[in-house]
């Protein structure tokens, strides 16, 4: 797949570019990663890619010739255009896994105040990594391009990703290793079993307990199957004869 992004940074993707999962994907040739520098696209002696807005009022806008103009260098039929905005949907995994399918996807980072609103009309969606407002696109433009490069067939592991947070709808259960004993901390019994039907159902109980603590809304959003609510009863049951 072909990932564009529009930035006027470009320089902000630099380090980015050269992490082992995005430069692993690049080397292996499954993801073509350009980083084009609106501003080459803005006219004039001043090349200035912002302004302010008209109507008044504080900071600049990004003008929409400048990104208009970068668009149409990047973009073929199908490219799949994004901005990334705070006022966007809500980033999610399973955005990643649609967007690891697509054959080109288009990253518009925006800037200062925001962009021209002429811009949101030439995109296909508007996307957002969360409830708060960065200065800038660009570390949400990783955000997405690290979330979809690791789930290109080749980069990781095969399988590696199907069992992590956010992929089922549960939260990913916990994880140790070497030593089996640290600072009076002991690996949970089981995993050092070797039964792997008891580790199995062990770990499918944590992620149930741990989505259901952290995240209720995840929870709520599950259906558990039959050996999922036997499982949890068993947990409550172990837990109020323990208390
Ligand atoms: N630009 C500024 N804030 C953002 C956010 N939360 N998500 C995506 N792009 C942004």
């Given at each position: 797949?072909?990932?564009?992004?529009?930035?006027?940074?470009?320089?902000?993707?630099?380090?980015?570019?050269?992490?082992?999962?995005?430069?692993?994907?690049?080397?292996?040739?499954?993801?073509?990663?350009?980083?084009?520098?609106?501003?080459?696209?803005?006219?004039?002696?001043?090349?200035?890619?912002?302004?302010?807005?008209?109507?008044?009022?504080?900071?600049?806008?990004?003008?929409?010739?400048?990104?208009?103009?970068?668009?149409?260098?990047?973009?073929?039929?199908?490219?799949?255009?994004?901005?990334?905005?705070?006022?966007?949907?809500?980033?999610?995994?399973?955005?990643?896994?649609?967007?690891?399918?697509?054959?080109?996807?288009?990253?518009?980072?925006?800037?200062?105040?925001?962009?021209?609103?002429?811009?949101?009309?030439?995109?296909?969606?508007?996307?957002?990594?969360?409830?708060?407002?960065?200065?800038?696109?660009?570390?949400?433009?990783?955000?997405?391009?690290?979330s979809v490069v690791r789930l290109l067939q080749g980069v990781l592991?095969?399988?590696?990703?199907?069992?992590?947070?956010?992929?089922?709808?549960?939260?990913?259960?916990?994880?140790?290793?070497?030593?089996?004993?640290?600072?009076?901390?002991?690996?949970?019994?089981?995993?050092?079993?070797?039964?792997?039907?008891?580790?199995d159902d062990w770990r499918l109980t944590q992620s149930l307990l741990?989505?259901?603590?952290?995240?209720?809304?995840?929870?709520?959003?599950?259906?558990?199957?039959?050996?999922?609510?036997?499982?949890?009863?068993?947990?409550?049951?172990?837990?109020?004869?323990?208390?």
């Amino acid at each position: 797949m072909k990932i564009s992004v529009l930035t006027i940074f470009p320089e902000f993707f630099e380090s980015f570019l050269k992490l082992p999962v995005i430069k692993r994907g690049m080397d292996k040739g499954v993801c073509d990663i350009e980083i084009v520098d609106i501003k080459n696209f803005a006219h004039g002696s001043f090349r200035h890619i912002d302004d302010s807005p008209f109507g008044g009022g504080p900071g600049m806008v990004m003008r929409c010739q400048p990104i208009f103009d970068a668009l149409n260098s990047v973009c073929i039929e199908n490219s799949h255009k994004i901005l990334l905005s705070p006022k966007g949907k809500t980033y999610s995994q399973s955005k990643a896994r649609e967007f690891a399918l697509t054959d080109h996807i288009v990253l518009v980072c925006g800037h200062y105040e925001g962009v021209d609103a002429r811009v949101e009309e030439w995109m296909d969606e508007q996307l957002s990594i969360g409830d708060y407002v960065l200065t800038g696109g660009e570390i949400a433009a990783q955000v997405v391009v690290d979330s979809v490069v690791r789930l290109l067939q080749g980069v990781l592991r095969e399988n590696s990703t199907t069992e992590e947070s956010h992929e089922n709808g549960l939260l990913e259960y916990p994880q140790y290793t070497q030593p089996r004993e640290f600072n009076g901390l002991s690996v949970p019994e089981v995993l050092l079993s070797g039964h792997k039907a008891k580790i199995d159902d062990w770990r499918l109980t944590q992620s149930l307990l741990l989505t259901r603590e952290f995240r209720p809304d995840m929870f709520e959003r599950y259906e558990l199957n039959k050996r999922e609510k036997k499982l949890l009863e068993a947990a409550d049951n172990d837990k109020k004869s323990n208390d």
